[in-house]
C-alpha cells in the first residue's frame, strides 16, 4: 500500500537558518504530496502542495519540490523566523486512494 | 472561515469508563474525520463519515466508535476507556472525499489514568 516516510523528528535552528525537511514516499499511481503546519495549540492546517504536472509549489516564503527519481518530496525555506516554530507534516494522496496518508511529523524550533 | 470546533479541549477519563468527543462544522462539509495524534506517528485515522447517519472504519477503528447524527456533529466514542488511547485526538471536515485540503479542530488532549 501507500506510504510516506518523515525521519526528522525534531530539528532546531536559528532565525535565517535554512530549512529543509524531506520525505519518502511509496506509491504505484501518480501522487499529490502536500505539507500541512500545526502551530502550538491549534490543529494542521494545510501549508502548500505539489503535484506531478507543476514539479513545485510555494506560500508563505516555503517551497515544496519533489523528486520522482528518489520518490522524494521536500520542503525548504531560505530564512526561518521564530514564528516559524511548528510541526510539520508531509502527506500523500495518491489518485487511487482517495485517503490522505501522514508523515510522522517534525517538530520545528527556530531560537531568536 | 471555515470552521470546525472540538469539545472538550482536554479530558481526563479513567480506565473502563466512558468518553464521548464532540466535533461541529460550520463548513457545510459532507466529509468528516476523526484522527488520533501519536509523538513519532504522525495523525492516523480512525474513523469518517460521508453522509448523516452512515460512519466508516479508518485506519485504526478498534476500541472507538463513531456516530454522525446530522452534516454538522461527529461524534468519537470510546466505551470502554484504555491507557492505549491517551493521545490528542482531531476531528477534521472536507467538502468531498480526496480534498487535499482539511480543516481541522484544535484537538482535544484526552489522558486515561
Known amino acids: 500500500g501507500d506510504s510516506v516516510t518523515q525521519k526528522q523528528g525534531q530539528v532546531t535552528l536559528s532565525e535565517d537558518d535554512f530549512l529543509f525537511i524531506n520525505c519518502t514516499y511509496s506509491?504505484?499511481?501518480?501522487?499529490?504530496l502536500l505539507w500541512y503546519v500545526q502551530y502550538p495549540g491549534q490543529g494542521p492546517q494545510l501549508l502548500l502542495k505539489?503535484?506531478?504536472?507543476?514539479n513545485k509549489g510555494i506560500s508563505r516564503g516555503f517551497e515544496a519540490t519533489y523528486d520522482k527519481g528518489t520518490t522524494s518530496f521536500h520542503l525548504q525555506k531560505a530564512s526561518v523566523q521564530e514564528s516559524d516554530s511548528a510541526v510539520y507534516f508531509c502527506?500523500?494522496?495518491?489518485?487511487?486512494?482517495?485517503?490522505?496518508?501522514f508523515g510522522s511529523g517534525t517538530q520545528l524550533t527556530v531560537m531568536p | 472561515e471555515a470552521a470546525v470546533t472540538q469539545s472538550p479541549r482536554s479530558k481526563v477519563a479513567v480506565t473502563g469508563g466512558k468518553v464521548t468527543l464532540s466535533c461541529h462544522q460550520t463548513?457545510?462539509?459532507?466529509?468528516m474525520y476523526w484522527y488520533r495524534q501519536d509523538t513519532g506517528h504522525g495523525l492516523r485515522l480512525i474513523h469518517y463519515?460521508?453522509?448523516?447517519?452512515?460512519?466508516e472504519k479508518g485506519d485504526i477503528p478498534d476500541g472507538y466508535k463513531a456516530s454522525r447524527p446530522s452534516q454538522e456533529n461527529f461524534s468519537l466514542i470510546l466505551e470502554l476507556a484504555s491507557l492505549s488511547q491517551t493521545a490528542v485526538y482531531f476531528c477534521?471536515?472536507?467538502?468531498?472525499?480526496?480534498?487535499?485540503?482539511?480543516?481541522f479542530g484544535s484537538g482535544t488532549r484526552l489522558t486515561v489514568l
Open positions: 477534521a471536515s472536507s467538502e468531498w472525499g480526496g480534498e487535499e485540503t482539511l480543516y
Open positions: 463548513n457545510n462539509h459532507d466529509y
Open positions: 502527506a500523500l494522496e495518491s489518485s487511487g486512494s482517495w485517503q490522505l496518508i
Open positions: 463519515s460521508y453522509v448523516a447517519d452512515s460512519t
Open positions: 505539489v503535484t506531478t504536472a507543476n
Open positions: 506509491t504505484t499511481t501518480y501522487p499529490t
